[in-house]
């Protein structure tokens, strides 16, 4: 399905490169102009020794290898370039270019103008290590499939010798290269649970990777013992097997997870890098970082504010739903403070800087979403409970064997211990998890919710209460019509379309509402007055539309604003006034479905809202959420799933803003719906990407699934451990039989989790 | 059977050659997107394509 849509989508390109040449159609903007001062250049290019310079872009709105396609080709054939390569995990375009004949600046608008959004790319530590850890997982899995390769081709040899009967150099021989190609491998390849399991260890925790650590060392050491004494039996192959099955396992799942993470993002970058600056008089271009605190600085309408200021010329509204969530902009006159992210929606500003971005209200943002990360309290897995018990049982059992023995035949204690030990190998169920866990984010894939979390579907099974944002998760996030109060004898369509031509004019988020009603001609002279409304002249008549007072102004008659708690805008002629128009935030209409099954599943729903306004405890009333809590801050929603946590329970937070990124940081589970700001999305367990809320039950759901599927494999693995361990302890289990035994009982746990990859059926 | 002596030893050494390349291509960063490579096929066809266009015009212009 996908390769078929990706190739119309190729062909679409193509046919649409063909046509116009590279060299067309793209403007160069003025915002890149600062890239080509070589200071700015230099922190993500690279010189190379012929001349030529190599620049890292962190591309924005890649989304699958039919953009890297597009941006190579478009890039490829543009003089100067030597080559463009796109590495679509890091979303990194690495350009070759010739300094001489291309301008970074040119490069940049060029992706622009492709329909992507160029950034510096800086490298950051956290990413290094990412991409460190990746290699070393895929060294690590490479060595241990070859050594098992070579193992097993040896193993086959010495089991069929066990049953045919083999000469002893040989066996001897086929032994000792089994040791040397599994030494290799337990030291490279498995060397990682040893250092785990002693890391824990140390710390008094139990963890999975202690048995897993334990069955692998022993084994090999009896084995390794076996070969030197030439005595007993060795286990080379399922040492070797189990290790190459484990790694395949944890290198998936971190695979799936990693895919989609974008850890590496932070708040800063959704700054523009550009700023105009007041310098003897005139405006220049100069890089955000130079910025210093008293400096004017420009803010154009429609842009992203740079830097905390405070106005000293025009008048405008900005939009905070950085900070509060909202979309409705508040005005700001001379005087007040705007702040780093926060979007001026109406009209030119001029800016006093305030301070460096250390200081800004955003940077205190991503600190807390920082702060966040550490407090999340670390839920322990299922696995690694399990595993504290498992390691006990099977060292008792263990001795208990061989002080057995002793008493029986001391001469076999040591051979039957051991194969206690190998027998009652934890593969299965060290497979368990990562497999079941495997298989439901892949079939959740197929559903649109990526998982990013490590440890989020089991958080998310045992929720207990699940926390909602209101604008833009609950609610679409974008202002509609919600109804028409008529004052005079005028029908509503007509209303309608006098309100849709007005609002042409403006850039005010209200103008949305009406983007689609057709207008009414005839309308000339229309102004748009900063923070008040617009009017405009038809058939001799004047028409305003906007606030209160500046519709008075006009028409004295116009009534009060009706009670309803909406966001009431008024439109009036120079005789009558003709309507308020009721605008609000629409709730989606999965909502109630969502929170009516969140409850019968018994969990506590609760709505956590940065609005103060009454629209909060309307919407919670209308769903019929009984906790609700208004007008906060994203610290103070932080504090509430803090306060809820130390009370023991399981907090999964659905949120969507900049302003949610940190509690959903901290929440044990939590979603990030479609349409996040990329902060929110870095931080939340799963993303949402169709944008339907329902999706939130159907992965609480598959979460439980998980759950029980990690149970049924925890059932199976432990059940073929207890009924093989006696067996063995009896002594009874050659080694050939413990490799198949272990083989298929991890074959029947894999086989098991893929049942989650199944669509629910509805 | 004595020719296992000499035998398996060359296995061992075919092995760590595989090895050695495996981890030379890892480190190499040739699995470093492994997204990207899957699409790589389809891509060429085009690839081939503007190249012979840019040889073209290569031509052209001389």
Not at chain 2, 22 to 39: M, P, T
Request: some cysteine; proline content about 4%; overall charge negative.
């Amino acid at each position: 399905m996908i390769a078929a849509s990706g190739l119309e989508s190729f062909y679409q390109q193509r046919t649409a490169y063909s046509e116009r040449p590279a060299e067309a159609e793209f403007s160069l903007n003025d915002q890149y102009l600062i890239y080509d001062d070589p200071d700015m250049a230099q922190r993500f290019c690279q010189r190379e020794d012929n001349g030529s310079v190599t620049a890292r872009l962190l591309l924005g709105g890649i989304t699958c290898a039919a953009c890297t396609w597009l941006i190579e080709q478009s890039l490829g054939p543009v003089p100067g370039v030597h080559s463009a390569l796109v590495n679509l995990e890091q979303s990194r375009l690495d350009i070759c270019f010739d300094p001489t004949q291309l301008k970074l600046s040119e490069i940049f608008s060029r992706v622009e103008s492709l329909g992507y959004r160029p950034r510096p790319f800086h490298a950051s530590t956290q990413r290094e290590q990412m991409s460190a850890e990746y290699r070393r997982d895929l060294r690590r899995l490479g060595v241990a499939g070859f050594g098992m390769m070579q193992v097993g081709m040896f193993a086959v040899a010495l089991h069929a010798g066990d049953i045919q009967g083999i000469e002893e150099q040989y066996q001897g021989l086929l032994r000792g290269f089994s040791l040397l190609v599994s030494s290799f491998v337990v030291y490279y390849s498995a060397g990682t649970f040893f250092t785990t399991a002693w890391r824990h260890l140390r710390q008094g925790a139990l963890v999975m990777d202690l048995p897993v650590a334990l069955a692998i060392g022993l084994a090999w050491l009896a084995s390794a013992w076996a070969t030197v004494s030439g005595t007993g039996q060795v286990y080379f192959d399922s040492v070797v097997m189990f290790t190459f099955f484990l790694l395949l396992g944890r290198f998936l799942e971190a695979r799936v997870r990693q895919k989609h993470s974008l850890t590496w993002f932070d708040a800063e970058s959704t700054l523009p890098d550009a700023v105009s600056c007041q310098q003897g008089g005139q405006w220049v271009t100069v890089p955000r970082t130079q910025v210093v605190a008293g400096d004017v600085v420009l803010l154009r309408p429609g842009e992203t504010i740079p830097v905390d200021a405070e106005v000293v010329g025009g008048t405008s509204a900005v939009r905070e739903d950085t900070f509060n969530g909202e979309h409705l902009p508040r005005a700001v006159v001379v005087g007040d403070t705007v702040f780093a992210g926060t979007i001026n929606v109406e009209g030119a500003l001029e800016a006093r800087v305030l301070g460096s971005y250390l200081e800004s209200r955003l940077a205190a943002l991503q600190q807390s979403v920082e702060v966040a990360q550490t407090a999340k309290p670390q839920l322990a897995r299922l696995a690694d409970r399990v595993a504290s018990w498992f390691v006990a049982v099977i060292l008792l059992v263990t001795s208990a064997t061989a002080l057995a023995w002793m008493q029986i035949d001391s001469s076999q204690a040591l051979w039957i211990a051991l194969s206690v030990l190998v027998i009652s190998c934890p593969c299965a169920l060290a497979l368990a998890t990562p497999a079941a866990l495997t298989a439901a984010a892949g079939s959740l894939r197929g559903s649109g919710v990526i998982v990013r979390g490590e440890n989020a579907l089991e958080a998310l099974s045992r929720s207990s209460h699940l926390l909602f944002d209101k604008t833009g998760t609950l609610t679409e996030g974008k202002l509609g019509l919600a109804t028409v109060q008529l004052l005079a004898d005028v029908d509503q369509d007509q209303v309608l379309a006098i309100a849709s031509s007005l609002q042409r004019w403006s850039n005010h988020p209200i103008s949305l509402v009406f983007q689609d009603i057709a207008e009414a001609p005839g309308f000339q002279d229309i102004h748009y007055h900063l923070g008040q409304g617009l009017s405009g002249q038809r058939q001799g008549l004047q028409y305003r539309m906007g606030s209160d007072t500046f519709c008075r102004q006009l028409c004295a008659t116009l009534p009060p604003a009706p009670d309803a708690p909406l966001y009431w805008v008024a439109l009036c002629d120079e005789h009558r006034a003709l309507a308020w128009i009721g605008l609000n935030d629409r709730v989606r209409p999965e909502a109630r479905e969502v929170i009516d099954d969140a409850r019968a599943g018994g969990l506590q729903v609760g709505l956590l809202t940065g609005d103060s306004s009454a629209q909060g405890p309307l919407l919670a009333e209308e769903l019929g959420i009984a906790d609700v809590h208004t007008g906060l801050e994203p610290q103070q929603k932080m504090a509430q799933v803090q306060r809820l946590q130390e009370a023991g329970a399981v907090v999964s937070m659905v949120g969507d803003g900049l302003n949610d990124a940190p509690v959903l940081s901290l929440a044990d589970a939590s979603f990030a719906v479609a349409g996040a700001t990329d902060l929110a999305r870095t931080q939340a367990d799963f993303v949402i990407v169709g944008g339907d809320l329902r999706a939130v039950i159907s992965t609480w759901r598959k979460a439980r699934a998980c759950r029980r599927i990690i149970l049924q494999n925890f059932g199976w693995a432990l059940g073929y451990n207890l009924s093989a361990i006696p067996l063995a302890a009896m002594g009874y289990i050659p080694p050939w039989a413990a490799a198949i035994g272990m083989s298929l009982s991890s074959l029947l746990v894999v086989a098991n989790s893929l049942r989650l990859n199944r669509q629910p059926s509805r | 059977m004595d020719s296992l002596y000499l035998l398996i030893p060359v296995a061992l050494v075919f092995v760590a050659v595989g090895i050695k390349l495996l981890l030379w291509a890892i480190d190499n960063g040739q699995y470093d997107d492994l997204d990207k490579e899957a699409w790589r096929i389809l891509a060429d066809e085009q690839k081939a394509d503007t190249s012979n266009r840019d040889s073209n015009g290569g031509e052209d212009s001389k």
